[in-house]
């Protein structure tokens, strides 16, 4: 017997039976066989290559991470949008591998059924699964969490909603999708519906293996929603679970940062002093130490030396602006305000990166000086702060809005400054004023050069200023956020024009006005301001001064140039007095309506008074001091404007009024009655009842002169009077609003129609209702016509003009308006060149916002994945608040003529 070739043929034809009998198996059959067959194949085939990817995924995104310091760190590194598409390839393999597991090993047929266990807890559970391979169910877990890792919050939500369907019974599949469910919701700051599916987590399904991610969620949720002392012990119980250095380190740095919010110096040193001692990257090893001085409150001293000790060594050069905060804090923490802020001003001085390290301590030392109310100092460090921000940042917008109101601000601030200046110098003799402006050309020299000398040094380190290199990212690859798309890149390139051009009016010629520098010319006799002014050179386009090699010198290097500024006449000097009268009168208006100082408001129309007493806006600022005194309750001071007004101005509105005893309740009932009022009147108006138009505005006249809405009670006057009576009667009243309210919302209109009416055109007489109500009537009935007449079914068109239709599903008028106002911001922030109108309407009795005109269905349908993606509206336009409608304006017009919604989506299931 040949006993070798037996021990041969055995094992070939063993192994031979395996493989046919495994390679028959079928997913139609549901065996203990079958399910072995593919459970094997879907955990050490496919399974092994999702989990490789994801896990090689999750590798480069943590070593990519680069950390705002500034700022909570947030619990997923994901959540940092720079991130992203880091790990995107590694993740679309993991997608298409877990899809591929799904597709080829799924067993949803239910086995043969065994009687004699019918009655057993555990078979039924088996039998009335819905999938029998747990490695499929495994693979939809990794797939959600890939498309999370990957950024596709939405995708992730609605991939773990469709296990929690379909998977009810397996309580460990269930609680894991709840639990990254949860997490992807709170990625797009749904907190509702994060923390709703997550508290449907049954506490006693949790095990080994769900653990740790459930305990870091609910820390994670709990911190989304600025609960963070709530957080705290669950952060502490992750970090006990948590046995991998990258993360450990992250929790206990959160975790400091948590207690140092709430105040707790104490545990806060604790954890920065753990996440130092895991930290795996510099970045985080260095931050760590930096909050260790903060904290340090005992050592204070000490710690400022080894601040300065370490800001000398080469290897954190790049870090100067965050040691540079960190030392102005623990200065301004022991109430040495100087040292702080000099320590601010070596934080931006040395700043290298130009990114959210350096918005911080400018935005740190702009609400220094806006504290100690020294906005014109505020001002510059809000504006470059807002072009280092990006607009998802939590202070993006207070920033933002701090930047346009203090330059508003500053601009008039200056005015005053450089005129001031200007008229002190024109009160010395020539020789004097060419030994000041000699002095200034030499500091503009030395700016000059030390700005050249800057240049050249970035120029040999290769450096590229990151605004550049987003601009020729986004041109070159086509992307929808180029610069008209991006508000930084705006208002950076604002920045950097106004700093070579100064701020320049739209007209012919503009690079012929050159700027001055105010800082220097007002800073005679001890002025100081550090805003660059704006003054106007006569131009001199031939008479270029040149230096002894021929070459041009700069305008700002000679002395005539500064020379032709001074005013010399009386007609100069009356000029420079009307722009200092309107700058001042804006401060204080400013002061008052923007900043809420109420006090500096008052101050500032002191000091309009003294140097302007026969100005025409006295009635004006006298009863704004009134106004104020009654906010600060200052009842003496408030009486006292009260009789200026009274004595001065007996014949004022605002007389007629403060005259009466019971003017405090006059006031009180005005802003109680004067909104319904003018609603009557507008309603009265569209009606065509002119009388009733004219009889509420006499009464709003008579009765409340003070108030605000009286400027549009004036126009719907105006627009009665050109309804019933002559052409010039009509202008005369338009004019009258003009002159009385010329900042009101109303007098651009009223321009408009004067505008109009020396062209010829002339208002339409009779009532509104048959001109305006009765005609749109007519349209509306006309095109239904139309559309009876030439289409009576929908078409298919894609490449016609489309709208979209957000229809809301809540019957609720206030959230219709919420979401136009938030749907009109997206529009204005996001599309600069293309403009898309908003209308309210009524579709088939419901309230729905229609969204127009898109050149195509592509076009509408790029425009819903925006506003999909947009932080702002997160929540505001999901499915449960509004049905989201993509329709041509032709199909439209059918759906107003009679047709529905539902029969146009039961056409578009049909093609």
Not at 611 to 619: A, C, E, I, N, Q
Not at 629 to 642: M, P
Request: with cysteine; proline share 3%.
């Amino acid at each position: 017997m040949n006993t070798s070739g037996n021990n041969i043929i055995r094992p070939l034809i063993l192994l031979l039976g395996i493989v046919l009998f495994f390679g028959s198996c079928s997913t139609q059959k549901n065996t203990a066989a079958t399910r072995g067959y593919h459970q094997m194949c879907t955990e050490y085939n496919v399974g092994f290559n999702a989990k490789s990817a994801y896990t090689e995924g999750i590798k480069n995104i943590n070593n990519a991470l680069e950390d705002d310091y500034t700022q909570l760190l947030p619990v997923f590194p994901i959540s940092n949008e720079k991130v992203r598409n880091v790990a995107s390839g590694q993740m679309d393999r993991t997608i298409e591998k877990c899809r591929k597991a799904i597709k080829k090993h799924s067993i949803t047929k239910k086995p043969k059924k065994n009687y004699k266990k019918a009655k057993d807890p555990d078979y039924q559970y088996f039998y009335n699964q819905e999938e029998y391979v747990q490695g499929v169910k495994d693979a939809w877990i990794l797939l959600g969490k890939a498309e999370f890792n990957k950024g596709d919050f939405i995708g992730s939500a609605s991939t773990f909603s469709y296990i929690q369907k379909h998977y009810p019974s397996d309580k460990e599949i269930l609680t894991k999708a709840r639990i990254y469910q949860a997490q992807a919701y709170g990625e797009m700051d749904w907190i509702y519906e994060a923390e709703e599916v997550f508290s449907k987590i049954n506490e006693l399904d949790i095990n080994s293996k769900t653990n740790k991610d459930y305990t870091i969620t609910k820390a994670y949720l709990l911190i989304k929603s600025k609960r963070y002392e709530e957080a705290i012990p669950h952060m502490q119980i992750a970090i006990n679970k948590e046995h991998k250095k990258f993360y450990s380190s992250r929790y206990n740095f959160i975790l400091g940062q948590l207690y140092l919010l709430i105040g707790q110096k104490r545990n806060a040193i604790k954890y920065f002093k753990a996440a130092n001692k895991e930290a795996r990257n510099y970045q985080m090893q260095y931050n760590a130490k930096l909050m260790l001085f903060q904290c340090d409150t005992k050592n204070w001293k000490k710690n400022i030396k080894s601040l300065e000790k370490m800001a000398k060594n080469s290897k954190n050069k790049e870090y100067l602006d965050q040691l540079y905060t960190i030392e102005g804090n623990i200065y301004l923490e022991h109430r040495d305000t100087l040292a702080a802020i000099e320590a601010y001003k070596k934080g931006i001085e040395k700043s290298t990166r130009e990114g959210i390290e350096k918005a911080q301590v400018l935005i740190t030392l702009g609400d220094l000086y806006y504290d100690k109310k020294e906005f014109a100092k505020a001002h510059p460090c809000y504006e470059e702060a807002a072009t280092l921000l990006s607009n998802t940042h939590e202070d993006y917008k207070r920033v933002n809005l701090l930047s346009e109101t203090l330059g508003e601000f500053s601009q008039h601030y200056n005015t005053v400054q450089l005129q001031d200046s200007l008229q002190r110098l024109s009160q010395l003799t020539e020789d004097e004023q060419i030994a000041i402006i000699n002095k200034i050309i030499e500091k503009v020299k030395k700016e000059d050069e030390e700005a050249r000398k800057k240049a050249e040094d970035e120029e040999k380190k290769g450096f590229v200023e990151p605004e550049a290199i987003n601009m020729n990212i986004a041109q070159a690859t086509g992307e929808p956020n180029w610069y008209f798309y991006n508000p930084q890149l705006k208002a950076s390139g604002a920045k950097e024009f106004n700093r070579v051009w100064g701020k320049r009016i739209l007209e012919d010629n503009w690079r012929r006005k050159t700027k001055t520098s105010s800082s220097t010319i007002s800073s005679i006799g001890g002025d100081e301001a550090e805003e660059n002014g704006d003054s106007e050179k006569p131009e001199k386009e031939d008479e270029v001064a040149k230096d002894e090699k021929g070459n041009p010198i700069p305008e700002t290097y000679t002395v005539s140039y500064y020379l032709s500024q001074i005013p010399k006449t009386p007609e100069d000097i009356n000029a420079s007095n009307e722009l200092i009268e309107e700058s001042l009168y804006q401060i204080a208006v400013i002061y008052d309506e923007k900043l809420k100082e109420y006090n500096l408001s008052i101050e500032s129309y002191k000091d309009y008074e003294q140097r302007f007493p026969t100005s025409d806006k006295l009635l004006d600022s006298y009863y704004s001091c009134f106004r104020m005194c009654g906010i600060i309750g200052d009842s003496t001071l408030q009486e006292v404007y009260r009789q200026k007004i009274l004595e001065m101005y007996p014949d004022s509105r605002y007389a007629q009024v403060l005259s009466q005893d019971n003017y405090e309740e006059k006031t009180k009932e005005m802003l109680r009655v004067q909104d319904s009022i003018y609603n009557d009147t507008y309603q009265a108006y569209g009606k065509g009842d002119f009388a009733t138009v004219m009889t509420n505005y006499n009464k709003i006249n008579n009765n409340y002169p003070m108030s605000n809405l009286l400027p549009k009670f004036a126009f719907l006057k105006a627009l009665a009077i050109g309804k019933t009576q002559d052409k010039e009667s009509f202008g005369n009243e338009l004019q009258n609003i003009v002159n009385t309210w010329p900042k009101a919302d109303v007098t651009p209109t009223c321009k408009d129609i004067l505008a109009l009416m020396k062209q010829g055109l002339e208002a339409q007489k009779g009532s509104t209702h048959s001109t305006i109500l009765d005609k749109r009537n007519e349209l509306s009935q006309q095109e239904i016509e139309e559309i009876s007449t030439v289409a009576k079914e929908f078409d298919n068109d894609k490449q016609t003009t489309h709208v979209m239709l957000l229809i809301s599903k809540n019957d609720d008028e206030n959230s219709i308006n919420h979401l136009l106002y938030d749907i009109a911001a997206f529009n204005f922030t996001k599309f600069m060149i293309k403009s898309f109108d908003i209308d309210k309407q009524t579709i088939e009795k419901n309230k729905a916002l229609i969204i127009s005109t898109f050149e195509s269905y592509e076009e509408a349908l790029w425009y819903e994945k925006m506003m999909l993606s947009e932080p702002a509206l997160q929540g505001k336009v999901t499915l449960d608040k509004v049905e989201r409608v993509i329709i041509s304006e032709s199909n439209l017009k059918l759906i107003t003529a009679g047709k529905t919604i539902n029969e146009y989506k039961q056409f578009l299931q049909n093609k």
